[in-house]
Every structure is written in C-alpha cells, then in structure tokens.
C-alpha cells in the first residue's frame, strides 16, 4: 500500500524559512518523479516544486522561484522541500505526490499517482 507521509509544518513569521518532509513506503520510490503542491481554501491547488528521479532535474512554479528548493533521497525514500524568505501569501496545504511511474524528467502538471495528506505551513505577517 503506497504510503506519503508528510512533516514539517508549522507557524512561521514572514521572512522565514522551513523545511518541510515526505516519507514514503510500499511502492519504489526511485521508480517515480516527485512533485510538491500546495492548496488553500477557495483557490486552485498549484505544483510548486518536482524533481526528476535521480534527482538531476528540477523545475519550480515562477510564485516559489528562488525561494524554494526541492530534493529527494533515494537511499531513504524521502523527499524534501526547503523554502526560504516565505510570505503570508505561501500559507497553505503542502503535500507532496508521486508522478507517473518512470516518469521521464519533471513536469508541475503531470499526472499525480499517489499523494499524502500534507503539512500546513502557516506564515504570520
């Protein structure tokens, strides 16, 4: 049974950072591209972050560019997200999500295979 576990969240003042976690089990974690979203009441969901694989590619929402970055450790079955400078508009739902199995590179819109619960990541102004 796939399983995503995710960790992390919490309040955090603007101006910030946080690392948020996704560990997983029963499925092969490198046979899959990860892809990090987040979702907040009354707004679409949006894919903020995905990584290839191997890890050799990454590609980021332009609302997250150079403040988040993605990785993943193969060896361990997790994935990682990193965000730095966060502000109130980042407040949401974040989870994360297995695209399809050997996916080829990363896409933020490709199709979603498994997926967890999430983390709430809430930034204070």
């Known amino acids: 049974q796939p399983r995503l576990l995710e960790s992390g969240g919490r309040l955090v003042q603007s101006g910030g950072s946080l690392e948020v976690s996704c560990d997983t089990s029963?499925?092969?974690?490198?046979?899959?591209?990860m892809i990090w979203l987040r979702r907040v009441p009354n707004r679409a969901r949006e894919a903020v972050a995905c990584i290839s694989r191997q890890g050799d590619a990454t590609d980021y929402a332009d609302s997250v560019k150079g403040r988040f970055t993605i990785s993943r450790r193969n060896n361990r079955n997790v994935a990682f997200l990193k965000m730095s400078d966060l502000k109130p508009d980042d407040t949401a739902l974040y989870y994360c999500a297995a695209g399809p199995q050997f996916g080829t590179s990363c896409k933020l819109d490709e199709p979603l295979t498994f997926w967890g619960q999430g983390t709430q990541v809430t930034v204070s102004s």
């Open positions: 029963g499925f092969v974690f490198e046979d899959y591209p």
